[in-house]
């Protein structure tokens, strides 16, 4: 997906609160404000939203010295998601579809984003998951994954967050194990998991983790490590999680399901729903 | 009033909004977006947010070439706003304390303000009338204005938008009218009332109107001129309307009394108030 041009202002918004959740100097503060707007004025546009992210934060990691400014935020929804985990498991197991209820919590799940709001509480968390099992599903998009999954061989999961993967493994654990192969960001981009969350959730100890190479809160696929890009290639079927995937991929010729909850005006304009609501979507019939 | 770095992304949005109004031409749509953000990152930050305003709307006339873009919005609410004025005014005189009232609906009034939305609806003006006439008022600043309007001589009432300046007449209307200069800016900025739209609301009839000579959406006196300098001088009371003028006259060393209804968090910060509250308040006590 291309950058439209009311992302700009949003992504200027974006770093700054970065910046500001990484140091309290207000000079730097200024200092990757001048440089995300000059960056932005120069712009391609045909870039997607993800890859000016990237970009911006290499300025910060740059002028701060910090690596991880999200490190304290992804522990702690880790932990907070790995509490809910039980309780989680038992409603997937105890209802009449758990393949359907895994669905809508994995997506549920995707709430646990710092790329477009900067502060997210473990109550808005609770909110969504208790939304998520009754609001609006395609449902023939259901049952397309449904059939997908049956029929691939090689399944590649790229996950999205921290928090989220807890989410991510309790789909994961009503799919064919050993089809799957789960991805996490090569290394620290906003609250994305990277391969220690994987860790910390034990999604390592259930299927194969493996990490993309870049550092971009999405998959742009020629900034990805060579060894990623051909399991991306070799699998029969990908599942991305969350709207940095959606932004980096919906353009690729490759049968994709994304799951997501829209969290800006612009995705949910060009997806037509609304910000918030549960998306399962496959483009790969309409190619 | 500095601009806040919090200022910047809003004012790129802003830009957007007011080219998209302008003209359909995506491309100069772009244009302007990557002039404003060139020019942002280079900035004077202790410049106020209107000063930014004001040359980002050079830009857009210039790309352009429209001078009043948002000429049919300030004619769509003078006429709105003069359908009110009748049932307004009675309001006012059959209030137990027709000052107050008047005062109230004036701030009221400063909803008409597409400097921060870009869309208004005739409904949000109604509700805002109606919340203004019970809403928390400071009264100790109320009476510190009652005060302030008997002891002047000579009383300079900046005036911000069109549509809104129906609402100062009314509040005019209860003041001293001799005493009363009333200015418009010099040229079209945003919906910013001119001396046309004073003529349609028959202010010219009412009192003495000048035009400030200036196109920034506030009042930046080194960009007045001179003769408006010189009636700012001479007032012994301003009167100053909206968020615009409280931006550029804030630090005035002056006996103003400002009135708006804050539009943005950073100001309501800035108050110490909540947005769309109603503010009434000087400044002179404090130096």
């Known amino acids: 997906m291309k950058t439209?041009?009311?992302c700009i202002a949003c992504a200027i918004r974006q770093a700054l609160d970065s910046v500001r959740l990484t140091t309290n100097d207000e000079q730097i503060h200024e200092q990757v404000l001048r440089k995300a707007l000059s960056f932005a004025s120069k712009l391609d546009f045909q870039q997607s939203p993800p890859e000016i992210t990237q970009q911006t934060h290499r300025f910060i990691r740059e002028l701060t010295g910090v690596e991880d400014p999200y490190l304290e935020i992804k522990n702690r929804f880790n932990k907070s998601a790995l509490e809910m985990y039980p309780d989680l498991k038992k409603r997937i197991e105890?209802?009449?579809?758990?393949?359907?209820?895994?669905?809508?919590?994995?997506?549920a799940g995707n709430i646990i984003d710092f790329g477009v709001s900067s502060v997210i509480e473990q109550s808005q968390v609770e909110e969504t998951i208790a939304q998520s099992?009754?609001?609006p599903l395609d449902k023939e998009a259901l049952e397309r994954f449904r059939?997908?999954?049956a029929e691939a061989s090689d399944i590649l999961y790229i996950?999205?967050?921290?928090?989220?993967?807890?989410f991510d493994r309790l789909l994961i654990e009503q799919l064919p194990l050993e089809k799957i192969?789960?991805?996490v960001k090569g290394s620290p981009i906003l609250n994305d998991a990277t391969m220690e969350d994987a860790r910390i959730v034990s999604l390592t100890d259930l299927?194969?983790?493996i990490e993309n190479g870049s550092d971009a809160p999405g998959t742009i696929l020629e900034d990805c490590s060579k060894a990623f890009r051909q399991r991306f290639d070799e699998a029969d079927l990908i599942i991305a999680k969350g709207q940095g995937n959606f932004e980096t991929l919906n353009d690729v010729n490759k049968n994709i399901f994304f799951m997501l909850r829209p969290k800006c005006v612009v995705l949910a304009r060009h997806l037509g729903c609304e910000i918030g609501s549960l998306v399962l979507v496959s483009y790969d019939a309409k190619r």
């Open 147 to 149: 059939n997908a999954i």
């Open 4 to 6: 439209y041009l009311d």
């Open 133 to 135: 099992l009754t609001a």
């Open 159 to 166: 996950g999205d967050n921290a928090g989220e993967i807890v």
């Open 207 to 209: 299927v194969n983790v």
């Open 181 to 183: 192969t789960f991805s």
């Open 94 to 107: 105890t209802s009449s579809d758990p393949l359907e209820t895994a669905v809508r919590l994995a997506i």
